[in-house]
């Protein structure tokens, strides 16, 4: 069982900028890919970002292509989402998540991952 926590969450002025982290714990050993979700009250989980663990491989969202980054620490066991050029509309829940899948990309439904953080926090203002 894996598990993951979040944190980096905050309230930020629009092009500002946050990194989030997402720290993984237990046995990792099968979630190959790791990945970045969001969520707002009463909305969909939508992918944001992913990162494929064995050869670093990254997929984005078109709405965030350009200003986030979305990347790993092996040895930590950390994954990190680096947010600049903020705009109102990325506020939301932000949400790591870890699974085993052939395919990681962006546009893997989130139902296909099987461990989830608390989630955590951003506003933009």
């Known amino acids: 069982h894996v598990q993951l926590v979040e944190s980096g969450g905050g309230s930020v002025q629009a092009g500002g900028s946050l990194r989030l982290s997402c720290e993984a714990s237990g046995d990792t050993t099968n979630k190959k890919c790791l990945a970045w979700f969001r969520q707002a009250p009463g909305r969909e989980r939508e992918a944001v970002a992913s990162?494929?663990?064995?050869?670093?491989?990254?997929d984005y969202a078109d709405s965030v292509k350009g200003r986030f980054t979305i990347s790993k620490d092996n040895a930590n066991n950390t994954m990190y989402l680096e947010m600049n050029s903020l705009q109102l509309e990325d506020t939301y829940m932000y949400y790591c998540a870890a699974g085993f899948l052939m395919r990681c990309r962006a546009d893997v439904p989130h139902s296909l991952y099987t461990s989830w953080g608390q989630g955590t926090q951003v506003t933009v203002s």
């Open positions: 990162i494929y663990i064995d050869d670093g491989a990254t």
